[in-house]
């Protein structure tokens, strides 16, 4: 088992996909290219007749590339990593954190594949795959991309726990660019796992991750606000601009940011609010502990020295 985020939604488990449904993709995708390619070299003798042999043979190269090398490489970027085959098998190629895939993944996966797929009949690929630990092919390793299935029962699946209403927007003009992919799992599998860790040694992963994200992007952590309430809001708005990207403006726009939380949109920075919603805390600048939410402090309203708290409730 293994946790991937799709960039246009929120963190899923996801299992990588075995060397089988790979396997069977990947005839179903070459059936349809041999088709098509069959399709348009009819076409083209029946276009080329009138020229010498040479040109006949350059076209019937160019068509050659372009079908069977080009075209997986367009539908893939095209589809975001879901070819004809990895549709019908339920298979997708994502990024190594989870990210939906672009051009160039695409182009470096096709290119590898001419020679361990096509030139070796699916020998090497086989090969690499089984002895790589999550079935990765060698274009899989050199693209930095991953086939992992999409079909998987609603009661397996785990989501990045929305940021407080009062952080929605609030780092819209963070620079994360220079924000590393392994950086990034490590915060989602983080957020995704904190109701199962113990509430210090949360506390302590999140102040980690946090200075990380924040030596990353040039910003510090703004005073007063929670690390595992900060990263959760930087991680809605990486994934409203992948959303962004992948879908055009409209996706984010339509509904709000993604991950569930609603609040102001990317203009400006949002106070908090003067009644808060139920099962949020905003924090407390002068409070020399973090502050908790319901049912995480004691009747007396005090947070435990050793019981540090996550800033925000995650959806139950």
């Given at each position: ?51 010498d042999q040479a040109a006949q043979t350059a076209i019937s190269i160019a068509v050659f590339v372009l079908v069977l090398v080009g075209g997986p490489i367009v539908v893939e970027t095209l589809s975001h990593g879901r070819s004809l085959g990895k549709l019908a098998c339920g298979l997708r190629v994502v990024r ?221």
């Amino acid at each position: 088992m293994s946790e991937l985020v799709t960039g246009e939604a929120v963190a899923l488990e996801l299992r990588p996909a075995r060397l089988p449904s790979r396997a069977l993709a990947v005839l179903l995708d070459l059936a349809a290219a041999v088709a098509a390619y069959v399709a348009v070299t009819i076409g083209l003798v029946a276009a080329t007749a009138s020229l010498d042999q040479a040109a006949q043979t350059a076209i019937s190269i160019a068509v050659f590339v372009l079908v069977l090398v080009g075209g997986p490489i367009v539908v893939e970027t095209l589809s975001h990593g879901r070819s004809l085959g990895k549709l019908a098998c339920g298979l997708r190629v994502v990024r190594d954190d989870g990210g939906p895939i672009r051009f160039r993944h695409a182009l470096v996966r096709g290119l590898i594949g001419v020679i361990e797929i096509l030139m070796t009949l699916g020998v090497v690929a086989v090969i690499a795959s089984l002895v790589s630990a999550r079935g990765r092919r060698l274009g899989d390793v050199f693209a930095g991309t991953l086939v992992v299935r999409e079909r998987v029962p609603a009661g397996r699946t785990d989501f990045v726990p929305p940021p407080p209403p009062w952080l929605a927007g609030r780092f819209s003009g963070l620079d994360l660019s220079a924000v590393p992919d392994g950086l990034w799992l490590a915060v989602r599998q983080y957020l995704t796992r904190m109701r199962q860790l113990d509430p210090q040694v949360g506390w302590s992963m999140a102040e980690r991750l946090a200075s990380d994200l924040a030596e990353r992007t040039g910003a510090p952590v703004p005073p007063g606000v929670p690390p595992a309430a900060y990263l959760a809001a930087v991680v809605q708005e990486r994934q409203a601009r992948e959303a962004r990207r992948a879908f055009g403006n409209g996706a984010a726009a339509g509904g709000g940011h993604l991950g569930g939380s609603g609040g102001a949109g990317a203009a400006g920075v949002p106070a908090p609010p003067a009644v808060h919603p139920a099962g949020v805390v905003p924090p407390v600048v002068s409070s020399p502990v973090p502050p908790a939410h319901p049912g995480a402090a004691p009747q007396g309203g005090t947070v435990p020295a050793d019981r540090p708290s996550t800033g925000f409730v995650p959806p139950a």
